[in-house]
């Protein structure tokens, strides 16, 4: 029989994380107090984040390894999503007490790694009994004196560019939704989203008017920069990459392959929208900001309203 | 019918808890961004806390507005716990789309209320579907130049001295396990812990070495300072007051009514170790740190090893 986690308990568990923990030189208490101490150099940026099991992720389709870099990411997206530099991270893991030993491990190797990769620290957590799996990350960042980027700064004329990947994620779930595998890199990208780290504070180097990240889909998302600066976002269909796997997918699957890229979620690329003289060379201009007139903020499509998918939300 | 989360949707609930929210001076940006904005005057102390249903709590034995105040209070003790001023709490909420409105509004009320009463605001959180309830509460502290309180501090000689309530929550959740509804005194306890805000910067005021909240139970959570510390803790189980309801419920229900002072969490009563001549009014003084000489760090009850229960384990 496998070693499952109500063997080995919980406090031993918490061991097993903290054990592997290297903090950075801005922590001042990192896991295994009532809390964890970070110095912040200007203003604190955070955010929560929850992922379910069955609504967010199947394990038979993303590893836990995938799973641990995944919740990682998509916490420190929404700090770089304020043009500030992420610098911890604090989990909650809940999961069945049949859940075997090899799963935590794995997930929690997931979670380092990404943290490493990301040049934070683990600063805190919790791990408690349930159902079925939870995963809830709390992403801390700082300013470092720089402004912060919200949605609601973007000015008429401004160029909507975004760095990171449109599409990828949401054409990989709906090769694993048909029981598919491949291709691999799109499948990779749902199961691993490669956040462009360093793209927030990039944004706000250029003088980026406003910036969030794509978690559930870029109309979806860029319809609160719309709503938050009271403008409509023009995007211009023709710029749109439809790289060639994207494309195939689609096409199997019977879709439009602007579909993944207009709706799909969770690739965690920035958007931001920038001046138009001061757009940086790693970011790919898709549309630009428009007097509302006698519309309604919102965003457009080749000047129309979209009426395809536009993204995914709760209940 | 009454109305669910599903009939609402992921965003109209969100604009539901934002729509009410008030946040303090020190918030730069509240929720509804990709992140929440807080000056931090000092060090940043932050602590995540999941709660689950069928775990931490049914939903028959406490309200959606009990629940609210118990997960945010739960969470601030843990920033109490490090002698820090409370200043924000994040939400993530995990719920099935089949949960009614009524008990999102009125746990939503709990929230905002217990925020209230801690002076502390609501910087952002996330809604997400599930199988069943579950609540990630992210707290969030400053120092304000003031030293931390670890669980490492402990002197020997130190008075070991709580304050807020011991054994109420555990008794509490004994009665309702049987089905009863009274003592009023202790159901309450358990459903709505009385966190001693403030006793926190108190603790620091008075030079206390160590600091902790009492979530998982006193003897468990004492051994984290024992061990944290190199030390053991002697508790007098002479000094420990047993009121009467607390022995009307261990005689009901045929048990040491000291084991729900020993054994019991979630009062989220403070306990430090004080310096013998610095000992707070409002601080009760239930034992000492002793030199462990040829013993294992460890808590010993009136000189021996406690025998009873000791508190929460997950898994």
Redesign the interface.
């Known amino acids: 029989m496998p070693e499952t ?2 063997d ?4 031993a ?1 918490i061991q097993r994380i903290t054990a592997q923990v290297v903090t950075g030189p801005q922590v ?2 990192g896991p295994g ?8 150099d200007g ?10 099991e ?3 992720f199947r394990r038979d389709w993303s590893s836990a390894n995938n799973i641990g870099h995944r919740c990682v990411a998509g916490g420190l997206a ?2 770089e ?2 043009g ?1 530099v992420p610098t ?1 991270v ?5 999961a069945p ?1 049949s859940t075997e030993v090899s799963w935590f491990d794995d997930f929690t190797a997931g979670v380092l790694e990404e943290i490493d990769h990301a040049h934070v620290s683990l ?10 799996i ?1 995963i ?1 990350v ?4 700082e ?1 470092r004196g720089q402004p ?1 980027l ?3 700064g973007a000015k008429v004329g401004d160029i909507v560019a975004y760095r990171g990947r449109l599409g990828y994620a949401a054409a990989g779930l709906a090769v694993l939704s048909r029981g598919f595998r491949s291709p691999r890199e799109l499948v990779n990208a749902y199961r691993q989203p490669q956040v462009p780290y360093g793209a927030g504070g990039e944004a706000v180097r250029y003088g980026a008017h406003a910036l ?2 794509i978690s559930d889909g870029l109309v979806a998302d860029l319809t609160h920069i719309a709503w ?1 600066s009271q403008v409509v976002v023009g995007l211009d269909s023709s710029t749109i990459d439809l790289p060639e796997p994207l494309k195939a997918v689609a096409h199997a699957t019977g879709r439009d392959p602007l579909d993944f890229v207009m709706a799909g979620g969770e690739d965690h690329a920035l958007v931001g929208c920038f001046p138009p003289d001061s757009l940086p060379q790693s970011w790919k201009a898709i549309g630009e900001i428009e007097d509302p007139q006698d519309r309604d903020p919102g965003v457009v499509v080749d000047g129309e309203p979209w009426l395809g998918e536009t993204g995914w ?3």
Chains 1, 2 share one sequence.
């Open positions: 986690l109500a080995i308990g919980e406090f568990l001042v208490l107090d009532d809390a964890g101490v970070l110095n912040v203003l604190v940026v955070v955010s929560t984040d929850v992922m379910n069955q609504v967010h929404d700090i999503a304020m500030a911890g604090l989990l909650g893991l809940s007490g600063m805190g957590g919790d791990l408690s009994q349930a159902d079925s939870s809830a709390t992403a801390l960042g300013t912060i919200t949605r609601r969030m990240d938050g939300s709760h209940f």
